[in-house]
Protein backbone atom coordinates (compact mmCIF):
# COMPACT_ATOMS: atom_id res chain seq x y z
CA UNK A 1 0.00 0.00 0.00
CA UNK A 2 1.27 3.09 -0.93
CA UNK A 3 2.07 5.63 2.26
CA UNK A 4 2.41 9.71 2.48
CA UNK A 5 5.41 11.26 3.92
CA UNK A 6 3.77 10.94 7.70
CA UNK A 7 4.10 7.31 6.99
CA UNK A 8 -0.12 6.96 7.09
CA UNK A 9 -1.60 5.08 4.24
CA UNK A 10 -2.62 6.76 1.23
CA UNK A 11 -5.81 4.75 1.33
CA UNK A 12 -8.20 6.20 3.95
CA UNK A 13 -9.12 3.58 6.21
CA UNK A 14 -12.81 3.97 6.74
CA UNK A 15 -12.27 3.38 10.35
CA UNK A 16 -10.73 6.86 10.54
CA UNK A 17 -12.89 9.37 9.07
CA UNK A 18 -15.29 9.79 12.67
CA UNK A 19 -15.72 13.16 13.50
CA UNK A 20 -15.84 13.94 17.41
CA UNK A 21 -17.51 17.10 17.82
CA UNK A 22 -17.62 19.08 21.64
CA UNK A 23 -19.02 22.48 22.09
CA UNK A 24 -16.84 25.64 23.23
CA UNK A 25 -18.83 28.38 24.65
CA UNK A 26 -15.61 30.51 25.05
CA UNK A 27 -11.70 30.81 25.02
CA UNK A 28 -11.13 30.34 28.31
CA UNK A 29 -8.71 27.34 28.63
CA UNK A 30 -10.62 25.34 30.68
CA UNK A 31 -13.43 25.56 28.72
CA UNK A 32 -11.48 24.97 25.47
CA UNK A 33 -9.27 22.22 27.16
CA UNK A 34 -12.85 20.60 28.17
CA UNK A 35 -13.76 20.75 24.79
CA UNK A 36 -10.82 18.97 22.68
CA UNK A 37 -10.69 16.26 25.85
CA UNK A 38 -14.18 15.97 24.71
CA UNK A 39 -13.14 15.59 21.11
CA UNK A 40 -9.93 13.15 21.41
CA UNK A 41 -12.38 10.70 24.25
CA UNK A 42 -14.52 10.28 21.35
CA UNK A 43 -12.15 9.01 19.01
CA UNK A 44 -9.91 6.10 19.56
CA UNK A 45 -8.40 6.63 16.44
CA UNK A 46 -6.98 10.03 18.15
CA UNK A 47 -6.10 8.48 20.86
CA UNK A 48 -4.22 5.82 19.28
CA UNK A 49 -2.29 8.14 16.88
CA UNK A 50 -1.52 10.35 20.45
CA UNK A 51 -0.30 7.12 21.80
CA UNK A 52 2.02 5.97 19.27
CA UNK A 53 3.64 9.43 18.46
CA UNK A 54 6.67 10.68 20.15
CA UNK A 55 7.39 14.15 18.69
CA UNK A 56 4.57 15.96 17.69
CA UNK A 57 4.21 19.17 14.99
CA UNK A 58 0.75 21.42 15.74
CA UNK A 59 0.54 23.05 12.76
CA UNK A 60 -2.25 26.41 13.93
CA UNK A 61 -3.16 28.18 10.85
CA UNK A 62 -1.01 31.76 11.34
CA UNK A 63 -2.29 33.38 8.07
CA UNK A 64 -1.66 36.87 9.30
CA UNK A 65 1.68 38.76 11.41
CA UNK A 66 -0.63 41.50 12.09
CA UNK A 67 -3.58 40.60 12.82
CA UNK A 68 -4.98 40.75 16.75
CA UNK A 69 -6.59 37.72 18.63
CA UNK A 70 -9.55 39.19 19.20
CA UNK A 71 -9.76 39.51 15.19
CA UNK A 72 -9.83 35.42 14.61
CA UNK A 73 -8.16 35.84 11.49
CA UNK A 74 -5.49 33.15 13.15
CA UNK A 75 -6.35 29.82 15.56
CA UNK A 76 -7.18 30.51 18.51
CA UNK A 77 -4.02 30.16 21.17
CA UNK A 78 -6.20 28.89 23.63
CA UNK A 79 -6.76 25.82 21.28
CA UNK A 80 -2.93 25.07 20.73
CA UNK A 81 -2.46 25.53 24.44
CA UNK A 82 -5.45 23.32 25.08
CA UNK A 83 -3.84 20.12 22.65
CA UNK A 84 -0.20 20.79 23.70
CA UNK A 85 -0.94 20.33 27.40
CA UNK A 86 -2.96 17.22 26.81
CA UNK A 87 -0.03 15.64 24.01
CA UNK A 88 2.48 16.86 27.33
CA UNK A 89 1.05 15.80 30.12
CA UNK A 90 -1.31 12.61 29.44
CA UNK A 91 0.82 11.47 26.86
CA UNK A 92 4.15 12.01 27.11
CA UNK A 93 5.16 13.63 23.62
CA UNK A 94 7.33 16.02 23.13
CA UNK A 95 5.11 19.38 21.13
CA UNK A 96 6.43 21.91 18.75
CA UNK A 97 4.25 24.29 17.71
CA UNK A 98 4.56 25.99 13.37
CA UNK A 99 3.83 27.38 10.56
CA UNK A 100 4.74 30.01 7.66
CA UNK A 101 3.27 32.70 8.06
CA UNK A 102 0.65 33.77 4.71
CA UNK A 103 2.65 37.25 4.07
CA UNK A 104 6.32 37.22 2.74
CA UNK A 105 7.81 40.28 4.47
CA UNK A 106 10.98 39.71 6.17
CA UNK A 107 10.00 38.01 9.57
CA UNK A 108 6.42 37.59 9.24
CA UNK A 109 6.45 34.46 10.40
CA UNK A 110 8.51 35.48 13.48
CA UNK A 111 5.73 38.34 13.99
CA UNK A 112 2.81 35.77 13.64
CA UNK A 113 4.01 33.37 16.51
CA UNK A 114 4.51 36.44 18.79
CA UNK A 115 1.43 38.45 17.64
CA UNK A 116 -0.87 34.79 17.92
CA UNK A 117 1.04 34.44 21.49
CA UNK A 118 1.98 31.04 20.50
CA UNK A 119 5.49 31.56 21.71
CA UNK A 120 4.53 32.58 24.94
CA UNK A 121 1.90 29.04 24.92
CA UNK A 122 5.34 27.11 23.84
CA UNK A 123 6.80 28.67 27.47
CA UNK A 124 4.29 27.75 29.47
CA UNK A 125 3.55 24.32 28.57
CA UNK A 126 7.22 23.27 27.52
CA UNK A 127 6.83 22.90 23.75
CA UNK A 128 9.14 24.12 21.30
CA UNK A 129 8.82 26.69 18.45
CA UNK A 130 9.11 25.52 14.78
CA UNK A 131 9.10 28.38 12.38
CA UNK A 132 8.74 26.85 9.37
CA UNK A 133 10.71 29.85 7.13
CA UNK A 134 14.28 29.39 9.71
CA UNK A 135 14.45 25.83 8.66
CA UNK A 136 16.66 24.12 6.39
CA UNK A 137 14.45 23.17 3.30
CA UNK A 138 15.18 20.78 0.51
CA UNK A 139 12.81 19.67 -3.16
CA UNK A 140 11.03 16.58 -2.57
CA UNK A 141 10.49 15.24 -6.03
CA UNK A 142 6.53 13.85 -5.84
CA UNK A 143 6.29 12.32 -9.42
CA UNK A 144 3.11 10.90 -8.67
CA UNK A 145 1.11 14.72 -8.27
CA UNK A 146 -0.58 16.19 -11.03
CA UNK A 147 0.67 19.80 -10.22
CA UNK A 148 3.22 20.00 -7.43
CA UNK A 149 5.95 17.41 -8.45
CA UNK A 150 8.47 19.11 -6.87
CA UNK A 151 8.08 20.23 -3.88
CA UNK A 152 9.79 22.54 -1.55
CA UNK A 153 9.40 21.44 2.61
CA UNK A 154 11.73 21.99 5.50
CA UNK A 155 14.05 18.98 5.11
CA UNK A 156 13.76 18.22 9.11
CA UNK A 157 9.83 18.16 9.01
CA UNK A 158 10.68 14.14 9.27
CA UNK A 159 11.49 14.66 12.53
CA UNK A 160 8.13 14.59 13.42
CA UNK A 161 6.48 11.03 13.97
CA UNK A 162 3.12 13.19 14.14
CA UNK A 163 1.43 16.37 12.78
CA UNK A 164 -1.12 17.76 14.09
CA UNK A 165 -3.68 20.62 11.71
CA UNK A 166 -4.94 22.75 13.85
CA UNK A 167 -7.39 24.77 11.59
CA UNK A 168 -9.35 27.80 12.25
CA UNK A 169 -13.15 27.37 10.44
CA UNK A 170 -13.43 30.22 8.23
CA UNK A 171 -14.55 31.06 4.48
CA UNK A 172 -12.27 31.55 1.52
CA UNK A 173 -12.82 33.71 -1.19
CA UNK A 174 -10.68 31.81 -3.43
CA UNK A 175 -11.40 28.06 -2.49
CA UNK A 176 -14.88 28.49 -0.72
CA UNK A 177 -14.27 27.64 2.72
CA UNK A 178 -10.67 26.67 3.95
CA UNK A 179 -9.84 24.36 6.71
CA UNK A 180 -7.54 21.37 7.97
CA UNK A 181 -6.60 20.12 4.37
CA UNK A 182 -5.65 23.77 3.07
CA UNK A 183 -3.57 24.19 6.24
CA UNK A 184 -0.89 21.77 5.30
CA UNK A 185 -0.17 24.73 2.73
CA UNK A 186 1.57 26.38 5.58
CA UNK A 187 4.68 23.94 5.74
CA UNK A 188 5.88 24.93 2.27
CA UNK A 189 8.31 28.07 3.79
CA UNK A 190 8.18 31.34 2.68
CA UNK A 191 8.86 32.90 -1.01
CA UNK A 192 7.58 28.96 -2.31
CA UNK A 193 4.14 29.30 -1.49
CA UNK A 194 4.07 32.21 -3.96
CA UNK A 195 5.64 30.30 -6.18
CA UNK A 196 3.12 27.50 -5.98
CA UNK A 197 0.32 30.01 -6.51
CA UNK A 198 2.10 31.12 -10.45
CA UNK A 199 2.75 27.69 -10.91
CA UNK A 200 -1.33 26.99 -10.54
CA UNK A 201 -2.85 30.15 -11.94
CA UNK A 202 -6.08 29.06 -12.21
CA UNK A 203 -8.62 27.54 -9.00
CA UNK A 204 -8.73 24.25 -11.15
CA UNK A 205 -5.28 23.59 -10.84
CA UNK A 206 -4.35 25.18 -7.10
CA UNK A 207 -6.99 22.92 -5.85
CA UNK A 208 -4.77 19.80 -7.45
CA UNK A 209 -1.83 21.53 -6.32
CA UNK A 210 -3.27 21.52 -2.59
CA UNK A 211 -4.70 17.61 -3.46
CA UNK A 212 -0.45 16.73 -3.99
CA UNK A 213 0.40 18.80 -1.51
CA UNK A 214 -1.85 16.46 1.20
CA UNK A 215 -1.17 13.34 -1.11
CA UNK A 216 2.84 13.85 0.23
CA UNK A 217 2.29 15.75 3.82
CA UNK A 218 -0.73 13.83 5.66
CA UNK A 219 -1.40 15.12 8.99
CA UNK A 220 -2.21 11.79 11.12
CA UNK A 221 -5.04 14.38 13.26
CA UNK A 222 -6.87 17.57 12.32
CA UNK A 223 -8.57 19.68 14.73
CA UNK A 224 -10.95 22.66 13.71
CA UNK A 225 -11.16 25.79 16.26
CA UNK A 226 -14.89 26.87 15.11
CA UNK A 227 -15.34 28.46 18.63
CA UNK A 228 -15.62 31.74 16.94
CA UNK A 229 -15.65 31.14 12.63
CA UNK A 230 -15.84 33.67 10.20
CA UNK A 231 -18.59 34.17 7.63
CA UNK A 232 -18.54 36.18 4.27
CA UNK A 233 -15.25 37.62 2.96
CA UNK A 234 -12.70 34.97 4.71
CA UNK A 235 -10.15 34.12 5.34
CA UNK A 236 -9.08 37.51 6.94
CA UNK A 237 -11.73 40.43 5.63
CA UNK A 238 -14.92 38.34 6.68
CA UNK A 239 -17.09 38.89 9.81
CA UNK A 240 -16.94 36.94 13.15
CA UNK A 241 -19.46 34.50 13.90
CA UNK A 242 -19.72 32.43 17.25
CA UNK A 243 -20.51 28.90 16.12
CA UNK A 244 -18.84 27.21 19.78
CA UNK A 245 -17.34 24.51 18.08
CA UNK A 246 -14.47 22.29 18.25
CA UNK A 247 -14.22 19.33 16.03
CA UNK A 248 -11.32 16.51 15.57
CA UNK A 249 -11.04 13.89 13.31
CA UNK A 250 -7.88 11.22 11.86
CA UNK A 251 -9.39 12.21 7.85
CA UNK A 252 -8.83 16.06 7.84
CA UNK A 253 -10.85 15.95 4.32
CA UNK A 254 -13.99 14.41 6.83
CA UNK A 255 -13.47 17.11 8.95
CA UNK A 256 -13.13 19.60 5.93
CA UNK A 257 -16.71 18.04 4.92
CA UNK A 258 -18.40 18.64 8.10
CA UNK A 259 -17.21 21.72 9.09
CA UNK A 260 -18.21 23.06 5.60
CA UNK A 261 -21.96 21.58 5.97
CA UNK A 262 -21.98 23.76 9.37
CA UNK A 263 -21.45 26.28 7.17
CA UNK A 264 -24.21 25.92 4.87
CA UNK A 265 -22.04 24.49 2.10
CA UNK A 266 -22.53 21.55 0.44
CA UNK A 267 -19.14 19.51 0.50
CA UNK A 268 -19.10 18.14 -2.78
CA UNK A 269 -19.37 21.28 -4.47
CA UNK A 270 -16.33 22.74 -2.89
CA UNK A 271 -14.12 22.09 -5.72
CA UNK A 272 -10.87 21.08 -2.63
CA UNK A 273 -13.25 18.35 -1.28
CA UNK A 274 -14.82 16.90 -4.36
CA UNK A 275 -11.41 16.45 -5.86
CA UNK A 276 -10.08 14.79 -2.51
CA UNK A 277 -12.95 12.62 -2.53
CA UNK A 278 -12.51 11.87 -6.38
CA UNK A 279 -8.43 11.55 -5.84
CA UNK A 280 -9.39 9.07 -2.73
CA UNK A 281 -7.76 10.89 -0.06
CA UNK A 282 -10.28 10.95 2.28
CA UNK A 283 -13.42 11.01 2.97
CA UNK A 284 -15.58 14.18 2.00
CA UNK A 285 -19.84 12.51 1.20
CA UNK A 286 -21.44 13.56 4.55
CA UNK A 287 -23.35 10.58 4.76
CA UNK A 288 -20.43 8.19 5.35
CA UNK A 289 -18.65 10.13 7.87
CA UNK A 290 -19.99 9.41 11.49
CA UNK A 291 -20.16 12.06 14.36
CA UNK A 292 -19.34 11.07 17.98
CA UNK A 293 -21.51 14.48 19.90
CA UNK A 294 -23.40 16.94 18.54
CA UNK A 295 -24.03 16.88 14.52
CA UNK A 296 -23.50 19.76 11.89
CA UNK A 297 -27.02 20.91 12.39
CA UNK A 298 -26.61 21.30 16.18
CA UNK A 299 -23.60 24.08 15.57
CA UNK A 300 -25.31 25.78 12.04
CA UNK A 301 -26.09 29.61 12.28
CA UNK A 302 -28.75 30.87 10.71
CA UNK A 303 -27.31 32.37 7.53
CA UNK A 304 -23.98 32.03 7.46
CA UNK A 305 -22.42 34.45 4.65
CA UNK A 306 -20.65 33.08 1.73
CA UNK A 307 -17.95 34.78 0.30
CA UNK A 308 -18.21 36.38 -3.25
CA UNK A 309 -16.53 33.75 -4.94
CA UNK A 310 -19.22 30.73 -4.00
CA UNK A 311 -22.13 33.50 -6.07
CA UNK A 312 -20.14 34.08 -8.82
CA UNK A 313 -19.18 30.50 -9.09
CA UNK A 314 -23.10 29.80 -9.62
CA UNK A 315 -23.42 32.61 -11.88
CA UNK A 316 -20.65 31.12 -14.33
CA UNK A 317 -22.20 27.57 -13.92
CA UNK A 318 -25.43 29.13 -15.62
CA UNK A 319 -23.67 30.76 -18.14
CA UNK A 320 -23.45 28.67 -21.21
CA UNK A 321 -19.65 27.75 -22.49
CA UNK A 322 -19.82 29.78 -25.53
CA UNK A 323 -20.66 32.93 -23.97
CA UNK A 324 -17.16 32.42 -21.51
CA UNK A 325 -15.46 32.29 -24.93
CA UNK A 326 -16.42 35.82 -26.41
CA UNK A 327 -15.47 39.39 -25.16
CA UNK A 328 -18.33 39.26 -22.68
CA UNK A 329 -16.56 36.61 -21.02
CA UNK A 330 -13.12 38.07 -21.22
CA UNK A 331 -14.48 40.97 -19.28
CA UNK A 332 -15.77 38.78 -16.58
CA UNK A 333 -12.66 37.71 -15.28
CA UNK A 334 -11.72 38.14 -11.83
CA UNK A 335 -8.42 40.63 -10.49
CA UNK A 336 -7.57 42.50 -7.76
CA UNK A 337 -8.88 45.96 -7.25
CA UNK A 338 -7.14 48.19 -4.19
CA UNK A 339 -9.24 50.94 -2.60
CA UNK A 340 -7.06 53.99 -2.80
CA UNK A 341 -8.88 55.21 0.60
CA UNK A 342 -7.89 52.15 2.71
CA UNK A 343 -4.70 51.72 1.59
CA UNK A 344 -1.59 52.39 3.77
CA UNK A 345 1.11 51.82 0.96
CA UNK A 346 2.87 49.42 3.48
CA UNK A 347 3.62 47.21 -0.11
CA UNK A 348 1.74 43.55 1.65
CA UNK A 349 0.13 43.73 -1.55
CA UNK A 350 3.27 44.28 -4.16
CA UNK A 351 5.49 41.60 -2.19
CA UNK A 352 2.75 38.61 -1.66
CA UNK A 353 1.99 38.71 -5.61
CA UNK A 354 3.33 35.93 -7.49
CA UNK A 355 2.55 36.95 -10.75
CA UNK A 356 4.18 40.30 -10.29
CA UNK A 357 1.00 42.32 -11.49
CA UNK A 358 0.92 45.00 -7.98
CA UNK A 359 3.56 47.63 -8.34
CA UNK A 360 3.43 51.10 -7.02
CA UNK A 361 3.37 53.94 -9.12
CA UNK A 362 5.85 56.81 -6.99
CA UNK A 363 4.88 59.35 -9.05
CA UNK A 364 0.85 59.23 -7.98
CA UNK A 365 1.72 57.64 -4.78
CA UNK A 366 -0.93 54.48 -5.11
CA UNK A 367 -0.55 50.89 -5.90
CA UNK A 368 -1.68 49.62 -9.39
CA UNK A 369 -2.49 46.30 -10.17
CA UNK A 370 -1.75 44.92 -13.94
CA UNK A 371 -4.96 43.23 -15.12
CA UNK A 372 -2.95 41.34 -17.77
CA UNK A 373 -0.67 39.41 -15.27
CA UNK A 374 -3.30 38.99 -12.04
CA UNK A 375 -4.23 35.41 -11.45
CA UNK A 376 -6.57 36.21 -9.01
CA UNK A 377 -4.86 34.31 -6.21
CA UNK A 378 -6.38 36.30 -3.05
CA UNK A 379 -2.87 36.47 -1.39
CA UNK A 380 -3.10 40.19 -1.58
CA UNK A 381 -6.38 40.22 -0.03
CA UNK A 382 -5.24 37.73 2.28
CA UNK A 383 -2.29 39.56 3.71
CA UNK A 384 -3.74 43.31 3.72
CA UNK A 385 -4.05 44.50 6.93
CA UNK A 386 -6.61 47.45 5.94
CA UNK A 387 -8.90 45.16 3.91
CA UNK A 388 -8.56 47.38 1.05
CA UNK A 389 -7.86 44.66 -1.35
CA UNK A 390 -10.93 42.66 -3.13
CA UNK A 391 -10.72 40.69 -6.00
CA UNK A 392 -13.76 41.18 -8.39
CA UNK A 393 -15.02 40.41 -11.92
CA UNK A 394 -14.65 42.88 -14.53
CA UNK A 395 -17.81 43.21 -15.58
CA UNK A 396 -16.47 46.51 -17.88
CA UNK A 397 -13.68 46.50 -20.33
CA UNK A 398 -10.29 48.69 -18.64
Not at 173 to 188: C, E
Request: proline share 7%; charged share 20%; aromatic share 4%.
Amino acid sequence: MDTTLSGLPAVPDSSRTEVGTARGISYSLRAVRKAVATCIGELPSVQDAFGRAGRVLLKPNLLSSRRAIDEHVNTHPAVVQALAEILISEYGCEVAIGDSCGSLTPDSTAAAIRNSQMDRVAEEVGASIYNVDTQPRHVVDFPQGRVFTRVTLPSNLDQFDLIVSVAKLKTHSLTHTTGAVKNIFGLVPGAAKKHAHAMAPRIEDFVQLLCDLYALVRPGVAFVDGIIGMEGRGPSNGRQRHVELVAASCDAVALDSFCATVMGFDPLKIPLLRQCQLRNLGVAIPGEIPVRGEPATAFAPPGFAKPPVAASALLLKLAPRWLLRTALGTVMNRRAVIDEQKCIRCGECERNCPSHAIRLDAGANRYRVDARKCIACHCCAEVCPNDAVTVRRRWLPG
